[in-house]
């Protein structure tokens, strides 16, 4: 009988096999792919944020409206508008499902100005109706797929006013 | 558009291991080259920076594309009768010699042709991809210790079947340089077979 190969080296033998090297057609179809993808990625996220209706405020408001535009920012319990439809907000609670948040990206696409109001107090605010998309990536880690929820957001902003 | 990152290093780097181990999923290289491409493209918009420890996430997406893709195919395929055509030939590990490795090459991969296609996925996925048990089992959802009695297993009867020309493939092995870097861009962790 004769003797056999041992482990160790047919572990070598196997390695020591380069695996078929891959088509430029492949490399190329990728890259076209990846083109794509930054692209896409790309636009998102480096839109411009509408800023022309901060300019009228004053100095005050415009601190008021930073401090109010980061809480919305980083809030997880944003107040969804009520045009979202029941699968839309299913879509939206999908990190209790296994999956992973990976971004939240949220553009401003249009601010109305609503011009000042009093309160009953008399107190002047301003009001500002701002339009946007809020776009959501999961991932799913037991096997990488990415899932991207999109929907309309509007927010009412009500704004502190001082006059100087 | 500038891609602004070295994708294309890393893809060449490692798509040869992912279309090897994909042609094991699926019947056609055609198809495999299809689910390297959208493995890869989901993949690195996850992970632009191509960092070596998500590498095992990557043979995950394959694992998944591919198996979804052949239970489609399988539906289709059915649906047509004409089931053994399309697999016939196309299910071999696939190697890319140099011309004194051509006789190797041919007795290895009928060899591994001879495993079960759960040991051929193990044996992939360590030798040539470069994963530890330990991330193989988190792929295919098995034990660690289930993994390494396949590899072990899978070796045993690579023992067997490669003796009878034992002295053929250790005299052109040892007449060949071997080079790993090739082949295994990133190192396996070492680890100890129980």
Same mark, same amino acid.
């Given at each position: 009988?004769?003797?056999?190969?041992?482990?160790?080296?047919?572990?070598?033998?196997?390695?020591?096999?380069?695996? +078929? =090297?891959?088509?430029?057609?492949?490399?190329? @179809?990728?890259? #076209?792919?990846? @083109?794509?993808?930054?692209?896409?990625?790309?636009?998102?996220?480096?839109? &411009?944020?509408?800023?022309?209706?901060?300019?009228?405020?004053?100095?005050?408001?415009?601190?008021? =409206? +930073? +401090?109010?535009?980061?809480?919305?920012?980083?809030?997880?319990?944003?107040?969804?508008?009520?045009?979202?439809?029941?699968?839309?907000? =299913?879509?939206?609670?999908?990190?209790?499902?296994?999956?992973?948040?990976?971004?939240?990206?949220?553009?401003?696409?249009?601010?109305?100005?609503?011009?000042?109001?009093?309160?009953?107090?008399?107190?002047? #605010?301003?009001?500002?109706?701002?339009?946007?998309? #809020?776009?959501?990536?999961?991932?799913?880690?037991?096997?990488?797929?990415?899932?991207?929820?999109?929907? &309309? @957001?509007?927010?009412?902003?009500?704004?502190?006013?001082?006059?100087? | 558009?500038?891609?602004?990152?070295?994708?294309?290093?890393?893809?060449?780097?490692? !798509?040869?291991?992912? %279309?090897?181990?994909?042609?094991?999923?699926?019947?056609?290289?055609?198809?495999?080259?299809?689910?390297?491409?959208?493995?890869?493209?989901?993949?690195?918009?996850?992970?632009?920076?191509?960092?070596?420890?998500?590498?095992?996430?990557?043979? !995950?997406?394959?694992?998944?594309?591919?198996?979804?893709?052949?239970?489609?195919?399988?539906?289709?395929?059915?649906?047509?009768?004409?089931?053994?055509?399309?697999?016939?030939?196309?299910?071999?590990?696939?190697?890319?010699?140099? $011309?004194?490795?051509?006789?190797?090459?041919?007795?290895?991969?009928? !060899?591994?042709?001879?495993?079960?296609?759960?040991?051929?996925?193990?044996?992939?996925?360590?030798?040539?991809?470069? %994963?530890?048990?330990?991330? *193989?089992?988190?792929?295919?959802?098995?034990? *660690?210790?289930? *993994?390494?009695?396949?590899?072990?297993? !899978?070796?045993?009867?690579?023992?067997?079947?490669?003796?009878?020309?034992?002295?053929?493939?250790?005299?052109?092995?040892?007449?060949?340089?071997?080079? %790993?870097?090739?082949?295994?861009?990133?190192? $396996?962790? $070492?680890?100890?077979?129980?």
């Amino acid at each position: 009988m004769k003797p056999e190969i041992q482990a160790s080296q047919i572990e070598n033998l196997l390695r020591s096999l380069a695996p +078929a =090297a891959i088509s430029p057609e492949l490399c190329e @179809r990728v890259e #076209e792919d990846l @083109r794509l993808e930054m692209g896409w990625l790309s636009q998102t996220v480096k839109k &411009p944020v509408t800023k022309r209706w901060l300019f009228p405020l004053s100095y005050v408001a415009m601190g008021a =409206a +930073a +401090a109010i535009a980061a809480m919305s920012a980083f809030s997880n319990s944003a107040t969804l508008p009520s045009s979202l439809s029941p699968k839309d907000v =299913a879509s939206s609670s999908l990190s209790t499902s296994g999956v992973m948040p990976v971004s939240t990206i949220s553009e401003w696409d249009d601010v109305q100005d609503e011009g000042i109001r009093y309160t009953a107090d008399r107190l002047p #605010e301003k009001h500002v109706r701002v339009r946007g998309t #809020e776009r959501h990536l999961y991932i799913d880690p037991r096997d990488g797929a990415e899932i991207i929820v999109e929907y &309309p @957001r509007e927010q009412s902003l009500v704004l502190p006013v001082s006059f100087q | 558009m500038d891609l602004a990152f070295d994708w294309k290093h890393t893809f060449e780097q490692l !798509a040869p291991q992912l %279309l090897l181990y994909a042609r094991q999923l699926v019947a056609t290289k055609a198809d495999a080259e299809d689910v390297v491409q959208m493995a890869f493209v989901r993949w690195w918009r996850r992970f632009p920076e191509g960092d070596s420890q998500h590498i095992p996430l990557l043979y !995950a997406a394959v694992r998944t594309i591919a198996l979804d893709q052949r239970r489609s195919e399988n539906r289709r395929v059915s649906r047509e009768a004409k089931s053994e055509i399309a697999i016939a030939g196309e299910n071999a590990p696939s190697f890319d010699p140099r $011309p004194e490795q051509r006789e190797t090459a041919e007795i290895i991969e009928t !060899a591994l042709q001879g495993l079960s296609k759960e040991q051929r996925e193990v044996v992939t996925l360590h030798l040539w991809g470069g %994963l530890t048990f330990k991330e *193989i089992a988190a792929i295919s959802g098995e034990s *660690i210790n289930t *993994i390494a009695g396949r590899y072990r297993y !899978a070796l045993n009867n690579l023992q067997k079947q490669l003796a009878p020309v034992r002295e053929e493939l250790l005299t052109s092995h040892e007449s060949q340089p071997v080079t %790993l870097n090739h082949v295994l861009p990133f190192s $396996p962790a $070492p680890e100890i077979l129980s």
